[in-house]
């Protein structure tokens, strides 16, 4: 997966089996996004976290066109 992201928005990330992508991600070489108002159970696996609400940082993230 060399140069891939995973941007993980608005979840606890602790439901399987989609939880678990996260892991799988990283071990394969993406970077980790996790975007969420509180903390989640993959936090240690991300690259970067933006806490917040999710309405405020989305769009700051992807402009609308």
């Known amino acids: 997966l060399g140069g891939y992201l995973l941007l993980a928005i608005g979840t606890t990330l602790g439901v399987y089996p989609i939880a678990s992508m996260v892991p799988v991600a990283k071990h394969?070489?993406?970077?980790?996004?996790?975007?969420?108002?509180?903390?989640?159970?993959?936090?240690?696996?991300?690259?970067?976290?933006?806490?917040?609400?999710?309405?405020?940082?989305?769009?700051?993230?992807?402009?609308?066109?």
């Open 28 to 65: 394969a070489g993406a970077r980790i996004v996790i975007v969420n108002g509180e903390a989640t159970e993959m936090d240690d696996l991300a690259d970067v976290l933006l806490r917040g609400s999710i309405s405020e940082i989305l769009p700051r993230l992807v402009p609308a066109r």
